[in-house]
């Protein structure tokens, strides 16, 4: 492990990765999105729940 | 003379307030310094939404001044937890709900310009027959430009446990005790298949993550470059990994033990009669832990009573198939618990005060040990002298059933090792546990050879 790390406030979060996550997802999604509406064209989807997924 | 109340010993790490006790009731005190990310939160009907969606514990203003200090700004009064438990002590699927509930508490609050800043499962609790989150001071104003601050936080404390059981196919929850803080993503990426990076979700979440953190590069200049969709997308991507993760139902060593035992004729109808019969001899009982519970069957008696019960077992499979059950069922007073007996939780955290010992936190007037003896006698070496002294700690009332040697249970647990335990008999047990308890009523379970026991500790 590099030593600087250690004094990392460790709530202090990952920006940087979220930045190129975010950005890999955003293409992702833009592929799925396309997915998902050519689906629809041929069936709906049926609507989500929005509980406490523990109740 | 200013009077300063003493905060609780594991709510030190956020200035935002903390929790005290004041005569037996807790109380959450906000100070000034985070007063405008409060008030909105509340004035924008963020708070009002989560409690009526049961997500977050509600809590009434307190308008009485325990603590005269400066940093004060109000005092709040959650609604009563019973009963604390731990990361540890959850199965797979509390842990798994843990997280869906931290993602649905981010992605409910972001229209409120509201944004969770804390992922830690020690802020999600049982209360009422589920999980909820129960700290109110880790929802600040949402700053649409910032990444979610909390994202290593899930990744490390929620995400990682489930991923390593998912893969590995086995419960994990005592990884949480060694790492209280959260599983590192360095060692949650080692621990992993190779195959798990073949998961979109798991390599950017866990493998990509670890990287980048590793290369030291945790701030970024450019975080303008950040947006509400996609802190979106990224709540989307964790919601849709952690569902689809699973840990298959094992044949675990007691699973199916119900249906094995009810096999031999009337004696799960016969205890029950019994049990049932001697609980309601306790009008004014309010709580219970049955230890060694198993799927819960027995933990239902005092449960339809409105008894608060513990149902703790040392087997993940069972605890989490009870709380699966519950799930369905919506029973409210059966809170399932993992927990060995011959090493229950131990005290954690700073000064070894922040997290309770499972015998600090019991405080049960009824408990119920049920074809539970002869796993800590014979199984863990126990004395009975010592399971008499355990038992008078954590109980006033207890039912406790003993298991004679020839019992078939008790031989195929002696079959494969040497019998050492000449000290266990029913008159040994009696005379160790008449010591600490009178012996309000004796019935042994007809056809079983094995003898129930009413106790009252002296």
């Known amino acids: ?55 | 003379m200013s009077i300063i109340v003493a905060k609780h010993l594991s709510s030190y790490r956020d200035p935002s307030g903390f929790i005290f006790e004041k005569e037996g009731t807790i109380y959450r005190q906000v100070n000034k310094i985070f007063r405008e990310h409060f008030d909105h939160f509340i004035n924008s009907g963020c708070y009002r939404e989560l409690t009526q969606k049961g997500l977050l514990v509600s809590h009434e203003v307190v308008h009485e001044n325990f603590d005269d200090s400066e940093v004060r700004y109000c005092t709040l009064k959650p609604e009563k937890i019973n009963f604390i438990s731990y990361p540890y002590e959850w199965s797979f699927d509390m842990l798994k709900d843990a997280a869906l509930l931290t993602l649905q508490l981010v992605r409910e609050s972001i229209p409120f310009g509201i944004i969770l800043k804390d992922a830690t499962p020690y802020n999600i609790q049982w209360h009422e027959g589920r999980l909820i989150f129960i700290d109110t001071l880790s929802f600040e104003k949402y700053d649409e430009t910032k990444p979610w601050i909390a994202y290593r936080q899930f990744c490390e404390c929620l995400l990682g446990p489930l991923l390593l059981m998912h893969y590995n196919k086995s419960p994990l929850h005592e990884l949480s005790l060694s790492y209280p803080d959260g599983i590192p993503l360095t060692v949650t990426k080692k621990l992993l298949p190779a195959k798990s990076r073949l998961s979109l979700h798991t390599f950017l979440h866990i493998f990509l993550h670890a990287g980048v953190s590793a290369k030291g590069q945790h701030t970024n200049k450019n975080e303008s470059s950040f947006s509400k969709q996609k802190l979106l997308n990224l709540i989307s991507s964790l919601e849709t990994l952690v569902k689809k993760l699973n840990l298959p139902q094992q044949t675990s060593t007691w699973s199916g033990y119900y249906g094995e035992a009810s096999q031999r004729i009337n004696y799960l109808d016969e205890k029950k009669k019994i049990i049932g019969r001697w609980i309601e001899r306790l009008p004014g009982c309010k709580t219970c832990a049955d230890l060694g519970a198993n799927e819960g069957a027995f933990s239902q008696l005092p449960a339809v009573l409105n008894i608060r019960t513990i149902a703790a077992d040392f087997d993940p499979g069972c605890i989490n198939s009870l709380y699966i059950q519950l799930k369905k069922s919506g029973e409210k007073n059966i809170q399932p618990l993992i927990l060995d007996l011959a090493n229950p939780s131990p005290a954690t955290g700073f000064n070894n005060e922040e997290r309770k010992s499972f015998l600090q936190r019991m405080d049960s007037e009824l408990v119920l040990a049920l074809a539970l003896i002869h796993h800590l006698a014979i199984g863990k070496n126990v004395p009975l002298d010592m399971i008499a002294n355990f038992f008078s700690r954590i109980s006033q009332h207890l039912i406790i059933e003993f298991i004679p040697k020839e019992d078939e249970k008790i031989q195929l647990m002696l079959k494969s090792r040497k019998d050492i335990f000449d000290q266990y008999n029913e008159k040994n047990f009696e005379q160790y546990f008449t010591r600490l308890f009178t012996i309000e009523s004796k019935e042994p379970i007809e056809g079983s050879g094995r003898i129930l026991y009413f106790m009252k500790r002296r």
Not at chain 1, 17 to 41: D, E
């Open chain 1, 1 to 55: 492990m590099i030593l600087y790390l250690l004094y990392i406030d460790p709530g202090s979060g990952s920006y940087l990765v979220q930045v190129i996550v975010a950005a890999v997802l955003g293409v992702s999604m833009f592929f799925k999105n396309i997915r998902l509406y050519i689906k629809s064209l041929f069936h709906r989807r049926p609507k989500k729940s929005k509980d406490n997924p523990s109740a």
